[in-house]
């Protein structure tokens, strides 16, 4: 079956649908994504979604082009078209096609959307999960706002690609204190020796997932303790557990850390019981 992707304003061939060299998120990655898990043909957490997507947006000054309403029906239209039963759908807008020039388009030009749907393999992501992944830790050299979720995602490129090339399928972030701030593109978790789980706290420095906010409500409902702290590489190193979260991978087990064994370098209980109870507390849409 032939792929089909929403490209202003018209439903393509994934061969015809491309977008102009001049448009701005080409040249400046001056547009933001959101991506969005779909299970059973129906979207996870979209309202939360549509909610970041319209934060980031405006943290850029880029207009949203439609109302969320309308968009949710194009981002159904896309799933439906695919067929996509579990899998997940992007959306990615920017601000627009104009002449390059680094400042904002005078007058305002239209922006950008692109939306497109792939499907996943539920039984490779549960394997990856029974397994557990291992990271590595890189620095952090991004820009002080990544908690706009921007399409500018080359140190989290290279993060990843460095994590692959030394056999592991993650990196982990460390900013200029040593702490861990999150995964390439996840958030990261521990569970200390003394059972509390740790994530960073939300500020400018990691993106607010979804995923960890769905988890952090899984969490209360089992009334574990949760620490929204910085913490260290050295303190993950000697954690119970450790495991990431993103709507791409929901909870996904962290086995090794940069070469090391975390706990008995097998998927814990806490991030096995997570990654189940995740969806009684996730939105369907
Ligand atoms: N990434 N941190 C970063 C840097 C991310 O890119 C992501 C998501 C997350 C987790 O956010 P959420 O739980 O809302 O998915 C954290 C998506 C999946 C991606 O870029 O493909």
Not at 61 to 76: C, D, E, H, Q
Request: net charge positive; hydrophobic share 45%; charged share 25%.
């Amino acid at each position: 079956m032939s792929r089909i992707a929403y490209v202003n304003g018209r439903y393509l061939q994934f061969r015809e649908a491309k977008v102009h060299i001049e448009d701005r998120g080409y040249q400046f990655a001056d547009g933001v994504y959101e991506v969005c898990e779909v299970r059973s043909g129906r979207l996870l957490d979209s309202r939360r979604h549509l909610e970041r997507l319209k934060r980031s947006l405006d943290a850029l000054r880029i207009r949203m082009p439609m109302s969320a309403t309308a968009l949710g029906v194009i981002i159904r239209e896309v799933i439906a078209r695919n067929r996509i039963g579990y899998g997940i759908v992007y959306v990615q807008i920017g601000r627009g096609v104009a002449r390059r020039d680094h400042a904002f388009p005078r007058p305002d030009v239209p922006p950008s959307v692109v939306v497109m749907a792939r499907r996943l393999d539920p039984a490779r992501n549960e394997m990856l999960a029974a397994n557990g992944i291992a990271v590595v830790s890189v620095p952090d050299n991004r820009w002080g706002r990544v908690d706009i979720k921007t399409v500018g995602l080359l140190p989290n490129v290279l993060a990843r690609q460095a994590a692959i090339e030394q056999g592991a399928r993650d990196a982990w972030f460390i900013d200029k204190e040593g702490a861990i701030t999150e995964a390439a593109s996840a958030n990261a978790w521990i569970v200390t020796q003394a059972g509390a789980l740790v994530t960073r706290h939300a500020d400018q420095a990691i993106l607010r997932g979804i995923t960890r906010m769905v988890v952090l409500d899984a969490i209360k409902a089992q009334g574990l303790r949760i620490e929204e702290r910085a913490f260290s590489l050295a303190e993950a190193y000697a954690a119970r557990e450790a495991f990431v979260t993103s709507a791409t991978t929901i909870v996904l087990p962290v086995v090794r850390i940069d070469g090391r064994a975390i706990g008995d370098g097998k998927p814990g209980p806490v991030a096995t019981a997570l990654r189940r109870e995740f969806f009684r507390h996730a939105e369907v849409g």
